[in-house]
């Protein structure tokens, strides 16, 4: 049967079929059967079951080692907008009873929240959220949790990974344009908790404070084409241009015609203490090779060299050996360099004390609320996580750290989800990173790098 498009003209539904960019209430940010369940529930009276959902991943994207927890903040941030007004209503009563209309209508999520701090890294079966409270409060948040964090998460742990390859050198994040235009937001915010230094999308920077960098793109130096000039001479043109409008220490794009023109156009014009060249194509390694030498032949030898163009952790492993000062990534950062999402699921494990598990084929999950601690060596070398029942924590001789915090009680977000929580976060990766065994930063498929010890009732 051919599905049809509703014809609901009500401001209701225009707004919330077409309004995209509405920034009002989250509630509509949900699967249909969360609140079919809801109803259900609520008819037969296990509605106020109280109930822990826990959120993690059965095992890594293929091949990775170790992933890192991104999207804690938006969730805090999303959840007192987690909410649904009288024009959310009249569209879910198409489907909804009356009572299940009420209950949304005074809906406000008052349960608790645990889980790994955000920056945090995780591993297969790692609790990385647990979010307990009656079934009804509890149902509802599954799909909104699920797409911040499947998102945010693949996007930081693939920027780890790059960051990593990297070895100090700055990034850029710089993917907006080949994404969703609010998805490039937190890609932005996930990129710099993983150790990108900047980003090029401005609402980034106005809402979470990430450094913006940018100067120009290849149409400004197009822009100054003539019909009475050479495009070497038009491209001197545009360099001059933009060196007046943003001073010597800006980035010039040299490879729009050639690159050895460019390079020297850019020296002409900026002088020997220009900002920075970049490239944006060709065969990077060796134009970075030819493009130090020539710079360092024109006296800009402190002119550093940014590169960009379809990278991603691989092609910048592939130039740690090159000239190259600070990278620039977009397409391969917000699409998760190959896993778009982090596989995270959303099981209900606990019913009113009682543990409860699933055990559909390759779908198990372990019941029971649960929390985890890290291992190490006295080195800080980390060695195993250990998952255990919440409240029992396992005596051990070796040095620990216990990764389950709190993070809402009673509704209300007791961790800190502004911009201190996001230098936080970035500290955290960095340390994350730093404690791994060194055969865990390979690149190259592999076995996570530290095994996951499940301690059951």
Known sequence: MTPTIPRDRSPAASRYLYGMNDPGFAGLLTDKYELTMLEAALR?????????????????????????????????????????????????????????????????????????????????????????????????????????????????????????????????????????????????RAAYIAGFTATSNLEAGRRYGVPSEGTAAHAFTMLHTRDDKSPEMAELTAFRAQVDALGVQTTLLVDTYDVTTGVANAVA????????????????????RQVREQLNRLGATQTRIVVSGDLDEFSIAALRAEPVDSYGVGTSLVTGSGAATAGMVYKLVEVDGMPVHKRSTHKESDGGHKEALRLSRPTGTITEEVVYPADRRPQTTEPFRVLTVPLVRGGDAVAETGRGALAAARDLVASGLHSLPWEGLKLAHGDPAIPTLQIRL
């Open 269 to 288: 014009a900026a002088g020997a203490t220009l900002g920075a060249v970049r490239i944006d194509s060709g065969e990077l390694g060796v134009l970075a």
């Open 44 to 188: 037969d009276g296990t509605a106020n079951r109280r109930t822990t959902f826990e959120l993690f991943a059965r095992r890594l994207p293929e091949g990775r080692r170790y992933g890192v927890v991104a999207g804690t903040g938006r969730l805090l941030e999303a959840l007192p907008q987690f909410r649904f007004d009288d024009e959310a209503c009249q569209l879910l009563a198409r489907f909804l009873d009356a009572d299940t209309l009420r209950y949304l209508r005074d809906f406000r999520f008052g349960g608790d929240i645990d889980g790994y701090a955000e920056g945090e890294l995780y591993f297969p079966g790692s609790p990385v959220l647990s979010v307990t409270g009656s079934f009804a409060e509890c149902v509802v948040l599954e799909t909104l949790a699920l797409s911040i964090f499947n998102h945010d998460t693949a996007i930081a742990s693939a920027a780890a990974r790059m960051v990593s390859a990297a070895r100090e050198r700055p990034l850029i994040e710089m993917g907006s344009r080949r994404t969703h235009e609010r998805a490039a937001v937190a890609a932005a």
